[in-house]
């Protein structure tokens, strides 16, 4: 199948800096590709304020069409999101398709999705995304419909796809709630682990991360959202300490909202974790732009509170002169706990792997506990939520030797009788 010839329009406001712009572009450029596309040209505009018509002037839309024919291009993509009657009105100057970034951004998501979860996921995003635009991209949607829905007396087709729409995004959110209600089931299991999700910017090497610390087997490659389906795997430290990382989809510039909203559930990991570990890409000329576009998408999440530890990650692409500037640099802007550290270099990740340790320790101290003989439920409870590491049993009481969490550690801490001590 030939690849699509696409030609990028960037329309971005006359406040944003030309680099700063030129770099979204290059961004737009390598989601295309991504999406299989092959870039034949750009268009670029500044503007006030978007044209109500094309978005872009009307000038400009007709330099456009000149440059459609010109490169014989079959998709035109915008970077900045438009209205369904922008869309309309474009293809019907244009005379060839047109997609904007969040549209390009689920085609992605649609073809990198793995599980039956992802895919439920994606879809919700793409049918939102489709429903107020259904008279520009109509489609007869049998394949959906599933032979369900036959026209009624004096409904059109475009009706009937409407119908059929709304009853599957109801559907899909309903199956969504149960997978949600399973994911806090099995992290309700884990309460007793420390348990460490990974964020950052799509592409800045969470994957990697996780691979270098577990010694997994995950899919790690130099493209945006080479994966979308969470992975958690444990990883052992110093000492028997043992954390469950998880990685989760990244984040990027103007990510659709239906997208964020249908990878909730998925997201939910890092709303539930002990520690977030924020991976930035130290090589990228504009990682304080992308760190602050994770940040925004995680305070969306209701997740901006979490203990974070900032990982510059890829520190082997820069030279020494430019590693100890961004140390400089990091130093003196960020507020954040930060360590550097490659997962190509030998012992690139040493240094994570400790802090990770010291973390896992400060919220799972090491206690020695007292407990009468008749608190059986507290004893139940030292073994269900934390790690016991040594008992002796004495005529009235129980001496335990564990890690606990905080948490599990204060309720017992209030309870009559029971005497903590500091473990050697």
Same mark, same amino acid.
């Given at each position: /199948?030939?690849? *699509? ?12 800096? %030309? *680099? ?26 500044? #503007?006030?304020?978007?044209? +109500? ?12 069409? *000149? ?14 999101? $438009? ?8 293809? @019907?100057? $244009?005379? =060839? ?13 649609? @073809? ?7 895919? /439920? ?8 995304? /489709? ?28 009706? =009937? ?9 109801r559907d899909l959110r309903s199956k969504l709630a149960v997978v949600a209600r399973q994911r806090a089931t099995q992290r309700k299991a884990r309460a007793k682990e420390f348990r460490v999700a990974l964020v950052g910017y799509t592409n800045a090497g ?25 992975? =958690?795997?444990?990883?052992? $430290? ?5 954390? !469950? !990382? ?9 990510? %659709? ?10 997201? &939910?990991?890092? $709303?539930?974790?002990?520690? !977030? ?7 990228? %000329?504009?990682? &304080? &732009? ?27 692409? #820069?030279?020494?002169? &430019? ?11 960020v507020p954040q706990p930060a360590l550097f550290g490659s997962t190509v270099e030998p012992g690139g990740m040493d240094e994570l792997r400790e802090r990770l340790a010291e973390e896992y320790r400060a919220s799972h101290p090491r206690v020695r506990l007292r407990i009468p003989v008749v608190d059986g439920e507290a004893l139940a409870a030292v073994y269900r939520e934390g790690e016991? !590491? ?14 606990? +969490? ?17 473990? +050697?």
């Amino acid at each position: /199948m030939p690849r *699509e010839r696409a030609l990028l329009v960037g329309a971005p406001s006359k406040d944003i800096e %030309p *680099e700063v712009a030129a770099e979204h572009l290059e961004e737009l450029a390598r989601l295309a590709d991504t999406a299989g596309a092959v870039v034949v040209g750009t268009l670029r505009q500044r #503007l006030d304020a978007p044209h +109500p018509k094309y978005y872009i002037g009307e000038g400009k839309a007709l330099e456009l069409r *000149e440059r459609v024919l010109e490169t014989g291009a079959t998709l035109v993509i915008f970077d900045e999101q $438009l209205t369904p009657a922008q869309g309309k009105n474009l293809e @019907t100057l $244009l005379g =060839t398709r047109v997609m904007d970034r969040s549209e390009l951004i689920l085609d992605i998501f649609a @073809t990198r999705a793995r599980t039956a979860e992802a895919k /439920m996921q994606v879809e919700l995003a793409q049918l939102e995304y /489709m429903l107020p635009r259904l008279r520009r991209m109509w489609t007869h949607l049998s394949r959906i419909r599933g032979g369900i829905g036959l026209r009624g007396p004096g409904e059109t087709q475009l009706e =009937t796809d409407r119908r059929i729409i709304s009853r599957r995004i109801r559907d899909l959110r309903s199956k969504l709630a149960v997978v949600a209600r399973q994911r806090a089931t099995q992290r309700k299991a884990r309460a007793k682990e420390f348990r460490v999700a990974l964020v950052g910017y799509t592409n800045a090497g969470k994957s990697s991360v996780l691979r270098a610390l577990s010694g997994a087997n995950v899919l790690v490659e130099d493209r945006l959202f080479a994966t979308l389906d969470p992975a =958690t795997r444990a990883v052992e $430290l110093e000492d028997g300490v043992r954390v !469950l !990382l998880t990685d989760t989809v990244g984040f990027i510039r103007k990510l %659709p909202h239906h997208l964020v909203a249908s990878f909730r559930a998925t997201l &939910e990991a890092a $709303l539930e974790a002990d520690l !977030l570990l924020h991976v930035i890409d130290a090589s990228h %000329p504009r990682w &304080e &732009e992308q760190k602050s576009v994770v940040e925004e998408v995680l305070a969306d999440l209701g997740a901006d509170d979490r203990p974070t530890l900032l990982l510059f990650n890829k520190v082997d692409r #820069l030279t020494h002169e &430019e590693e100890a500037a961004l140390r400089v640099r990091v130093s003196a802007i960020v507020p954040q706990p930060a360590l550097f550290g490659s997962t190509v270099e030998p012992g690139g990740m040493d240094e994570l792997r400790e802090r990770l340790a010291e973390e896992y320790r400060a919220s799972h101290p090491r206690v020695r506990l007292r407990i009468p003989v008749v608190d059986g439920e507290a004893l139940a409870a030292v073994y269900r939520e934390g790690e016991v !590491l040594r008992r002796e049993e004495h005529d009235s009481v129980i001496d335990v030797v564990a890690r606990l +969490p905080l948490p599990v550690l204060g309720r017992l801490q209030r309870r009559a009788g029971i005497l903590v001590f500091e473990s +050697p």
